[in-house]
């Protein structure tokens, strides 16, 4: 307790400038204490000013004070320097390049624990003791030490700025406001940080609210990724124990047919070889009678062969040939020819359906359906690239750029035989086929033409509406001609009004079974929309009117 005491006794007796033990101190008017060195630089630094203060409690003093060495706190000093030695501050509590340093401090400063607004200084703990205890100074705004407070100075007039101009949005001092802002919407800078402060709390709450229902979203999102993994996982094992079945009872089907034929082969082997080994005893006996009647033949003696031909045996019963039937060498062939059959079905099968499994997968979206675009930029982000399939189009029609643009020619084309081909529509699909979101744009030329799209199995063969585009439940379309615009489907035709325009945009939301048609030229109009629900992947179709050259091209939009 005793070295705690001397120690609080130093502090007492330190300058506030060295924190050193005094040297040679003198007392200014206003009862502060300093080293006669310290003082006088500090004021040596404010002559230019003609204005001296106190370093603690900023009284100033007019003009300079005469110092005057005190006796009685150099004694003290002295005897306090008997008492112990002299406490050092830790080199922790002095101020480094990135911490902000007591003003107040000369030689090696102390670091600042508070920064005042109205001083404009920062002071370390013990600097900053006067404006705890002096009731002038207890009413400055203390804050944590920073090294910006100079921009609280205004520039012109060297003034704290405490006012704020709303009309400038900036911070200025009194003396602005009066002067190159006058007239200005003024008010005190407290006064516009408590509404700034509002405003903030607002947007505080706007954004905690914002980052809840974002964790909301997140969490909800976390559960579809655990839905989908585990729906998917089941799909998985549930489609390898379907086709582990299917495998298994093909095998099963595979040996059994391969038990039947080699049942079958052992019957039809054993039947063939008891009928050879008949034969071959038949000949074994024939050989043996053949032999008897040869020697007897050869007998000289009359008498003696009459006396030995009765005695010959009788031949046995001949083994009915008839039984025996030479076919042609297919045996078990019409076997493989039923096995293939068998194959041929299971494949078609499998193709069939395999369209629809491939389109149920695809159509599996959990999230909602992203709503349309509304400017073509955002159009082209799903543009897709068409080509024509030359087996699907009527020989009256020429592809070229391509396969990217169909011509009406009065020239037949030399196309190959082919089931997919239109034999008398002028019409012809694309070779891609459309799932998910899709955009493109036909340019045309001519009387007219039905921009479609088209299911795969839409009729190809012979004049019925069940070829034509829009005329079945297979196919939707918009004519297009020099005149008007028709949305057809199933036969039912649907006039609509909109700018006339060469170019078409269709837009294709497959999984949220929407198609758009557009009328396309320095902006894009909506002229029909379709909402249903597509079973199987699309087609795009053209379908172009009886007048020769016309043309109808998808446009390259990449």
């Given at each position: 307790?005793?070295?705690?005491?001397v120690?609080?006794d130093?502090e007492?007796?330190?300058?506030?400038?060295?924190?050193?033990l005094?040297?040679?101190?003198?007392?200014?008017?206003?009862?502060h204490?300093?080293?006669?060195?310290?003082?006088?630089?500090?004021?040596?630094?404010?002559?230019?000013?003609?204005?001296?203060?106190c370093?603690?409690?900023?009284?100033?003093?007019?003009?300079?004070?005469?110092?005057?060495?005190?006796?009685?706190?150099?004694?003290?000093?002295?005897?306090?320097k008997?008492t112990?030695?002299?406490?050092?501050?830790?080199?922790?509590?002095?101020?480094?390049?990135?911490?902000?340093a007591c003003?107040?401090?000369?030689?090696?400063?102390?670091?600042?624990?508070?920064?005042?607004?109205?001083?404009?200084?920062?002071?370390?703990?013990?600097?900053?003791?006067?404006?705890?205890?002096?009731?002038q100074?207890?009413?400055?705004k203390?804050?944590?030490?920073s090294?910006?407070?100079?921009?609280?100075?205004?520039?012109?007039?060297?003034?704290?700025?405490?006012?704020?101009c709303?009309t400038?949005?900036?911070?200025?001092?009194?003396?602005?406001?009066?002067?190159?802002?006058?007239?200005?919407?003024?008010?005190?800078?407290?006064?516009e940080r408590t509404?700034?402060?509002?405003?903030?709390?607002?947007?505080?709450?706007?954004?905690?609210?914002?980052?809840?229902?974002?964790?909301?979203d997140?969490?909800?999102?976390?559960?579809?990724?655990?839905?989908?993994?585990?729906?998917?996982?089941?799909?998985?094992?549930?489609?390898?124990?379907?086709?582990?079945q299917?495998?298994?009872?093909?095998?099963?089907?595979?040996?059994?047919?391969?038990?039947?034929i080699?049942?079958?082969?052992?019957?039809?082997?054993?039947?063939?070889?008891?009928?050879?080994?008949?034969?071959?005893?038949?000949?074994?006996?024939?050989?043996?009678?053949?032999?008897?009647?040869?020697?007897?033949?050869?007998?000289e003696?009359?008498?003696?062969?009459?006396?030995?031909?009765?005695?010959?045996?009788?031949?046995?019963?001949?083994?009915d040939s008839?039984?025996?039937?030479?076919?042609p060498?297919?045996?078990?062939?019409?076997?493989?020819?039923a096995?293939?059959?068998?194959?041929?079905?299971?494949?078609?099968?499998?193709r069939?359906?395999?369209?629809?499994?491939?389109?149920?997968?695809?159509?599996?979206?959990?999230?909602?359906?992203?709503?349309?675009?509304?400017?073509?930029?955002?159009?082209?982000?799903?543009?897709?690239?068409?080509?024509?399939?030359p087996?699907?189009?009527?020989?009256?029609?020429l592809?070229?750029?391509?396969?990217?643009k169909?011509?009406?020619?009065?020239?037949?084309?030399?196309?190959?035989s082919?089931?997919d081909?239109?034999?008398?529509?002028?019409?012809?699909?694309?070779r891609?086929?459309?799932?998910?979101?899709?955009?493109w744009?036909?340019?045309?030329?001519?009387r007219?033409?039905?921009?479609?799209?088209?299911?795969?199995?839409?009729?190809r063969?012979?004049?019925?509406d069940?070829?034509?585009?829009?005329?079945?439940?297979?196919?939707?379309?918009?004519?297009?001609?020099?005149?008007?615009?028709?949305?057809?489907?199933?036969?039912?035709?649907t006039p609509?009004?909109?700018?006339q325009?060469?170019?078409?945009g269709?837009?294709l939301?497959?999984?949220?079974?929407?198609l758009?048609?557009?009328?396309?030229?320095?902006?894009?109009?909506?002229?029909?929309?379709?909402?249903?629900?597509?079973?199987?992947?699309?087609?795009?179709?053209?379908?172009?009117?009886?007048?020769?050259?016309?043309?109808?091209?998808?446009?390259?939009?990449?």
């Open positions: 307790m005793a070295q705690k005491g120690q609080l130093q007492t007796f330190s300058c506030s400038i060295c924190l050193d005094l040297k040679d101190p003198v007392a200014l008017h206003c009862g204490s300093y080293c006669m060195n310290c003082i006088k630089s500090f004021w040596d630094e404010e002559d230019e000013k003609e204005i001296h203060s370093p603690q409690c900023r009284q100033t003093f007019t003009p300079r004070p005469v110092l005057v060495k005190s006796t009685m706190l150099a004694v003290l000093v002295e005897e306090l008997k112990g030695p002299q406490a050092a501050p830790a080199d922790h509590c002095y101020a480094g390049p990135e911490d902000v003003d107040v401090c000369t030689g090696r400063k102390l670091k600042a624990v508070k920064s005042c607004l109205v001083c404009l200084v920062s002071y370390c703990e013990k600097h900053l003791q006067p404006h705890y205890n002096v009731p100074l207890k009413k400055h203390l804050v944590e030490p090294k910006k407070l100079q921009e609280n100075i205004c520039s012109r007039h060297d003034e704290v700025m405490k006012m704020f709303r400038d949005q900036q911070c200025i001092c009194y003396l602005c406001s009066v002067d190159e802002h006058k007239g200005h919407d003024t008010v005190s800078a407290a006064a509404e700034r402060q509002r405003e903030l709390q607002l947007s505080r709450q706007n954004i905690q609210q914002r980052i809840q229902d974002r964790e909301k997140v969490k909800l999102l976390q559960q579809e990724v655990e839905a989908i993994n585990g729906s998917a996982d089941k799909a998985v094992e549930d489609s390898e124990k379907i086709f582990t299917l495998i298994r009872l093909t095998e099963k089907r595979s040996s059994d047919v391969k038990q039947q080699r049942s079958q082969q052992e019957t039809e082997v054993s039947r063939v070889k008891e009928l050879q080994e008949k034969l071959e005893q038949e000949i074994t006996e024939l050989k043996r009678k053949d032999a008897e009647l040869k020697q007897l033949s050869h007998t003696d009359h008498n003696q062969f009459l006396h030995n031909y009765p005695s010959l045996s009788p031949l046995s019963q001949s083994t008839s039984s025996i039937n030479i076919r060498l297919r045996y078990f062939e019409d076997v493989t020819a096995v293939s059959e068998l194959r041929d079905k299971l494949q078609d099968i499998l069939e359906t395999w369209t629809n499994i491939s389109l149920t997968v695809t159509q599996v979206d959990v999230l909602l359906s992203q709503p349309e675009p509304k400017t073509r930029a955002g159009f082209l982000k799903y543009s897709q690239e068409i080509t024509l399939d087996n699907t189009a009527n020989t009256d029609l592809l070229s750029e391509g396969n990217r169909a011509t009406v020619t009065s020239q037949q084309q030399s196309y190959s082919h089931p081909r239109f034999t008398y529509w002028w019409q012809v699909l694309s891609e086929s459309l799932t998910g979101r899709c955009y744009e036909v340019e045309w030329r001519g007219g033409v039905h921009v479609a799209v088209a299911y795969k199995n839409i009729s063969t012979g004049s019925s069940e070829c034509v585009f829009g005329y079945n439940d297979k196919s939707w379309a918009i004519d297009c001609n020099q005149n008007s615009f028709t949305i057809l489907h199933n036969n039912i035709k609509i009004s909109g700018p325009s060469s170019r078409v269709v837009y939301d497959h999984r949220a079974g929407i758009s048609f557009y009328s396309v030229s320095e902006t894009m109009t909506l002229l029909h929309r379709v909402q249903t629900t597509f079973t199987q992947p699309l087609h795009a179709g053209l379908r172009l009117y009886s007048s020769y050259g016309g043309t109808a091209e998808f446009c390259q939009l990449k």
